[in-house]
Protein backbone atom coordinates (compact mmCIF):
# COMPACT_ATOMS: atom_id res chain seq x y z
CA UNK A 1 0.00 0.00 0.00
CA UNK A 2 1.34 3.45 -0.67
CA UNK A 3 0.67 6.20 1.36
CA UNK A 4 1.34 6.60 5.07
CA UNK A 5 -1.92 6.15 7.37
CA UNK A 6 -4.24 4.52 4.96
CA UNK A 7 -5.74 1.29 5.89
CA UNK A 8 -7.73 -0.71 3.47
CA UNK A 9 -11.09 -1.38 4.34
CA UNK A 10 -10.83 -5.34 4.67
CA UNK A 11 -8.33 -4.40 7.47
CA UNK A 12 -10.85 -2.52 9.43
CA UNK A 13 -13.72 -4.99 9.28
CA UNK A 14 -14.41 -7.26 12.62
CA UNK A 15 -14.50 -10.96 11.94
CA UNK A 16 -15.22 -11.89 15.31
CA UNK A 17 -18.36 -9.57 15.00
CA UNK A 18 -19.55 -10.78 11.92
CA UNK A 19 -18.61 -14.47 13.47
CA UNK A 20 -21.18 -13.82 16.12
CA UNK A 21 -23.77 -12.80 13.48
CA UNK A 22 -24.12 -16.20 11.97
CA UNK A 23 -27.17 -18.11 12.35
CA UNK A 24 -28.88 -15.11 14.06
CA UNK A 25 -31.78 -12.90 13.28
CA UNK A 26 -30.96 -9.51 11.65
CA UNK A 27 -32.40 -6.77 9.48
CA UNK A 28 -30.44 -5.54 6.79
CA UNK A 29 -30.96 -2.17 5.67
CA UNK A 30 -29.97 -1.26 1.47
CA UNK A 31 -28.55 1.95 0.36
CA UNK A 32 -31.71 2.19 -1.54
CA UNK A 33 -33.43 2.02 2.08
CA UNK A 34 -34.80 -1.74 1.35
CA UNK A 35 -34.59 -4.16 4.09
CA UNK A 36 -34.29 -7.47 4.08
CA UNK A 37 -34.34 -9.81 7.06
CA UNK A 38 -33.71 -12.92 7.63
CA UNK A 39 -31.45 -15.59 9.67
CA UNK A 40 -27.35 -15.23 8.34
CA UNK A 41 -26.13 -18.03 6.69
CA UNK A 42 -22.33 -16.46 6.17
CA UNK A 43 -21.28 -12.77 5.85
CA UNK A 44 -17.76 -12.86 2.96
CA UNK A 45 -15.42 -11.61 5.84
CA UNK A 46 -13.96 -9.06 2.12
CA UNK A 47 -16.56 -7.85 0.27
CA UNK A 48 -19.04 -8.46 3.77
CA UNK A 49 -22.00 -9.66 1.57
CA UNK A 50 -24.43 -11.08 3.69
CA UNK A 51 -26.48 -14.35 2.71
CA UNK A 52 -29.81 -14.64 4.53
CA UNK A 53 -31.88 -17.53 4.50
CA UNK A 54 -36.15 -17.45 5.84
CA UNK A 55 -38.74 -20.32 6.22
CA UNK A 56 -41.96 -19.73 4.59
CA UNK A 57 -43.89 -22.76 5.53
CA UNK A 58 -42.12 -25.65 3.35
CA UNK A 59 -40.31 -22.94 1.21
CA UNK A 60 -36.94 -21.78 1.84
CA UNK A 61 -35.92 -18.34 0.92
CA UNK A 62 -32.14 -17.34 0.16
CA UNK A 63 -31.31 -13.68 -0.56
CA UNK A 64 -28.00 -12.78 -0.80
CA UNK A 65 -27.38 -8.78 0.22
CA UNK A 66 -24.15 -7.45 -1.24
CA UNK A 67 -21.46 -6.12 0.84
CA UNK A 68 -21.25 -2.99 -0.86
CA UNK A 69 -25.00 -2.39 -1.29
CA UNK A 70 -25.19 -2.92 2.71
CA UNK A 71 -26.42 0.11 4.86
CA UNK A 72 -26.47 -0.80 8.19
CA UNK A 73 -26.60 -4.07 9.76
CA UNK A 74 -29.15 -4.85 12.87
CA UNK A 75 -29.30 -8.26 15.20
CA UNK A 76 -32.76 -8.76 15.78
CA UNK A 77 -32.17 -11.90 18.37
CA UNK A 78 -29.35 -12.89 20.58
CA UNK A 79 -29.47 -16.51 20.29
CA UNK A 80 -30.89 -18.89 17.66
CA UNK A 81 -33.69 -21.32 18.46
CA UNK A 82 -32.40 -24.92 19.13
CA UNK A 83 -32.23 -26.73 16.06
CA UNK A 84 -32.61 -23.64 13.39
CA UNK A 85 -28.27 -24.34 12.71
CA UNK A 86 -28.85 -27.14 11.24
CA UNK A 87 -31.59 -26.25 9.45
CA UNK A 88 -29.95 -23.50 7.57
CA UNK A 89 -26.56 -25.09 6.84
CA UNK A 90 -29.02 -28.19 5.25
CA UNK A 91 -30.14 -25.72 2.96
CA UNK A 92 -26.63 -25.30 1.10
CA UNK A 93 -25.67 -29.22 0.97
CA UNK A 94 -24.78 -29.97 -2.53
CA UNK A 95 -28.30 -32.13 -3.14
CA UNK A 96 -30.48 -28.72 -1.94
CA UNK A 97 -29.22 -26.19 -3.76
CA UNK A 98 -31.41 -25.22 -6.18
CA UNK A 99 -32.06 -22.02 -8.85
CA UNK A 100 -34.03 -20.35 -6.02
CA UNK A 101 -30.94 -17.42 -5.63
CA UNK A 102 -32.17 -13.58 -5.10
CA UNK A 103 -29.48 -11.36 -5.44
CA UNK A 104 -30.03 -7.84 -4.07
Known amino acids: MEGKGHTHKIFSGDPV ?33 V ?13 IVLGYNIKSLTP ?12 VDSIFKKEQVGDSLEYT
Open 17 to 49: HQHSLIHRRVRVTTSDLKEHTGWVYTIDPVSES
Open 76 to 87: LDDTPPPGLADA
Open 51 to 63: ILVNFIGEEKEVT
